[in-house]
Nanobody, 121 residues
């Protein structure tokens, strides 16, 4: 059974920091592209950051310069360090594990249940 368990969300003031963690089980973790997505109320889920099996990283424009994604395969965990948080970062943050083939096609997808991040004074 595949499980992705997020942690680290919470309430933080504008300008503050949080580090999200997502630990996976039931998958060959190092073979999956890992990503963080978020969904704010009445908005579509959007990619925040992803890190491929070869370490290639992508960030949403809104995350560049403020967020850092890393992965530690030995701990089957992916992290999202979020600094200089803004109220517009408020959302439910989801961890994703995607199996990508050599042609870039998404063969399989797993999701965590999400962790809430609220940025407010």
């Amino acid at each position: 059974q595949v499980q992705l368990v997020e942690s680290g969300g919470g309430l933080v003031q504008p300008g503050g920091s949080l580090r999200l963690s997502c630990t996976g089980s039931g998958i060959l973790f190092r073979g999956f592209e890992m990503g963080w997505y978020r969904q704010a109320p009445e908005k579509q889920r959007e990619l925040v950051a992803s890190i491929a099996t070869d370490g290639t990283i992508k960030y949403a424009d809104s995350a560049k310069g403020r967020f850092t994604i890393t992965r530690q395969n030995t701990k089957t965990t992916v992290y999202l360090q979020m600094n200089s948080l803004k109220p517009e970062d408020t959302a439910l943050y989801y961890c994703n594990a995607a199996l990508i083939d050599t042609k870039g096609r998404r063969l399989d997808d797993y999701w965590g249940r999400g962790t809430q991040v609220t940025v407010s004074s």
